[in-house]
């Protein structure tokens, strides 16, 4: 069990630039969550994944981003056309249908948008 | 609709003196609650987890808490704080009814003095 791996763990862009996170989950969770977090406050989710199955959305994600999990395994988020107020820390979580709501969360990917 | 209120953002205490983060819960269901807790440049870590098996929830780390239904409360206390107990901490609940997605609390952020 390595854990929920993110990669890149820091990211700086220009707006108006995309990106692309990656999210590894621990090996045979089936569910698959991304939160944001921003200064001060708590993570804040914005999308859940049952196997490659995309089942919710928050409200919070706009047109601009897009999240897929193409086999049901890692996990990517793209954000388009970057905004300042994109600024975040990106954490994505994994858990198993069978453990209940355990969910164990990865280190983060911080995105500063210039 | 569930949501967790977090009494105080900042708690200050001497090393070796007790600890006590205060949280409030509201759901409509049974909840389940969680406290999470992050070190800085570190992902959030699963502290303790209430599911109805028993009110009193011991965690890692000497922590452990309370789920009062008559008060709403599920409040984290450690007897003897230690400098490493440094971080913030996160009461959350998760929302019932399918895929657990996590309400976090703005956080609390614990500083141990010498």
């Known amino acids: 069990d390595t854990g929920v791996s993110q990669n890149p763990r820091h990211k700086i862009t220009k707006r108006g630039q995309n990106v692309t996170f990656r999210c590894d989950p621990i090996?045979?969770?089936?569910?698959l969550y991304w939160y944001r977090q921003t200064l001060g406050q708590g993570p804040e989710f914005l999308t859940y994944f049952q196997n490659e199955a995309q089942l919710e959305k928050s409200r919070l994600l706009s047109d601009r981003f897009s999240a897929e999990r193409p086999k049901g395994s890692f996990s990517t988020l793209e954000i388009q056309r970057t905004e300042q107020g994109d600024s975040a820390m990106y954490l994505c979580a994994s858990s198993l249908i069978a453990g209940g709501d355990t969910q164990y969360f990865g280190p983060g990917t911080r995105l500063t948008v210039l | 609709a569930q949501s967790v209120t977090q009494l105080d953002s900042h708690v200050s205490v001497s090393e070796g003196t007790p600890v006590l983060l205060r949280c409030n819960y509201s759901?409509?269901?049974?909840?389940?609650l969680f406290w999470y807790v992050q070190h800085p440049n570190k992902g959030l870590q699963l502290l303790l987890k209430y599911t109805s098996a028993a009110t009193l929830v011991k965690g890692i780390n000497g922590f452990e808490a309370e789920f009062k239904k008559s008060e709403t409360s599920f409040h984290l206390t450690k007897p003897s704080a230690h400098m490493s107990d440094a971080a913030e901490y996160f009461c959350v609940v998760s929302v019932s009814g399918g895929y657990n997605k996590l309400i976090f609390g703005a956080g609390t952020r614990l500083a141990v003095h010498p």
């Open positions: 090996s045979e969770h089936n569910r």
């Open positions: 759901s409509s269901y049974s909840p389940s």
